[in-house]
């Protein structure tokens, strides 16, 4: 015989996932952010032409945080949806493109490499379109949940590029931070 979760049950799962995988997300965020070091004090980074377009600094980190929260929670809608096809899958997409993600902070701001972020948030791109397209097969609100990420990555995207483009000399940088700039 089988039964049908109520409603209720049901909300208690999402729960006790998003008691586990939104602090997840959060903490390994906060974490590569920690291995790419303080932005603010990142002399190769404070060196470099910004784009007009370019936040001012503190919107990073609260615009981060609210995306990891968003993403842990529709991580736990996709985790709790036991039986649900494509679930499994879902969930290492989830994974592989939040590896990516992670990836992307050390290799611009610790590395100096513009163009090697700039190819990772490419991939990362894709990797959410993907991933966003198998939520929705599991949870639609997963997927939707998902959405502002992937507006931010392809606007960080468009930052990485103009980066690369107006400071094409800094494109792995030694790490030294003992660039020197004159303007005339």
Known sequence: MQQIASS???RASVLRWALFTVPLCI????LSARAAGSVATNAWFETLDKP????????FPIVWSALYALMGF???LIASARGARGREI???LFVVQLAVNLS???VLFSMHRITWALWIIF?????VILTIA???RVRRTAAALLLPYLAWICFASVLNLQLLELNPGADGGDGSGSTVRVQL
């Open 134 to 136: 198998f939520a929705w």
């Open 52 to 59: 007009d377009i370019y936040p001012p600094a503190i919107a």
């Open 8 to 10: 209720a049950q049901l």
């Open 104 to 106: 992307w902070s050390p």
């Open 123 to 127: 991939v990362l791109i894709v990797l």
């Open 27 to 30: 903490g390994l965020g906060f």
């Open 74 to 76: 529709a991580l736990a």
């Open 90 to 92: 879902a969930m290492v």
